[in-house]
């Protein structure tokens, strides 16, 4: 999966050759960052169908720019920047962390469900319900600060980057990505036996109310499914930032699966058939 690591030098080739009309490029263009756009839409939007949307979207808003694309800064600074940009619009309002506790406190805890009539292992059931809630509960978060999240700490983008993105200096995208880590932690702290074995809230425990609510479905996991890789292995690295504590709660996200767009081909061929990516790079097929 090294084709999915972060490397400024092989995207502005890959962009170079796109934009001279090598479509084999701009094919590698898209499987290359594809999986990494579709992560930071299913954390912002939580919806699987929705993100998958949300990505398609957002491919076509940068292909149809790709000719404008100058090189100033890398590929993946100005492709976030039209996903995060993208993803701000779509965002819902934030619930409160209360609510989220609330709700999970008076869920009953309940036995998991046969694997064999759900057709889903016990262990991938568990990982289903583990990632569902962690991706719930950045739902917690202002649309903005959960932007600045995921950017920083699960995908690893560095302040000056990260200020680039959201159109703000690197402090102040430092001192934002601080004060949520904060937020976010505290509740994590108080909330997840994971994080602390002394919270009786357990993925385990809860992924029968999970079912019975709607929010996973075993009989077609929206979070696991088409796995790639773990982020950790493939994003940039911000751990020497952190205290011990910190690392822990990062590495609930970081160990997170990427994933494979579901109907990858086809969606492909609808992004480089499109009329609009055509015209917007001067070129005809």
């Not at 999986?35 to 979207?57: F, K, V």
């Not at 649309?143 to 699960?154: D, H, K, T, W, Y």
């Not at 959201?166 to 990505?177: G, H, I, K, V, Y």
């Not at 990062?250 to 609808?270: G, M, S």
Request: charge should be neutral; aromatic fraction near 8%.
């Amino acid at each position: 999966m090294n084709f999915l690591k972060q490397d400024d030098a092989t995207d502005a080739a890959l962009v170079r050759r796109a934009q001279n009309g090598d479509w084999s490029a701009l094919e590698d263009l898209i499987r290359r960052y594809q999986p990494w756009i579709l992560h930071l839409a299913q954390r912002m939007l939580w919806n699987r169908e929705d993100a998958e949307d949300g990505a398609q979207e957002i491919f076509l808003k940068a292909l149809t720019r790709l000719g404008t694309f100058e090189h100033r800064s890398s590929f993946r600074t100005w492709i976030y920047r039209i996903a995060g940009n993208h993803l701000l619009d779509r965002c819902r309002a934030a619930k409160s962390f209360a609510a989220v506790a609330q709700g999970l406190n008076e869920m009953p805890d309940g036995d998991l469900p046969d694997p064999r009539r759900t057709r889903l292992e016990t262990a991938l059931l568990i990982e289903e319900a583990k990632i569902a809630c962690t991706t719930g509960i950045l739902l917690c978060l202002e649309p903005r600060q959960r932007l600045v999240f995921i950017l920083g700490e699960i995908l690893g983008v560095k302040d000056d980057v990260g200020g680039e993105i959201l159109e703000t200096s690197p402090a102040n995208f430092r001192q934002m990505l601080s004060r949520t880590r904060r937020e976010l932690y505290e509740f994590l702290q108080r909330q997840c036996g994971l994080v602390n074995r002394e919270n009786d809230c357990r993925c385990e425990r809860k992924a029968a109310g999970f079912i019975a609510k709607g929010w996973i479905r075993p009989e077609a996991p929206q979070f696991i499914s088409e796995r790639l890789v773990e982020i950790r292995a493939v994003a940039p690295d911000r751990y020497r930032e952190l205290q011990e504590l910190e690392r822990l709660h990062a590495e609930l996200f970081r160990q997170e699966p990427l994933l494979q767009p579901r109907e990858q081909a086809v969606r492909l061929r609808e992004l480089l058939t499109s009329a609009g990516v055509r015209e917007g790079m001067g070129l005809d097929l």
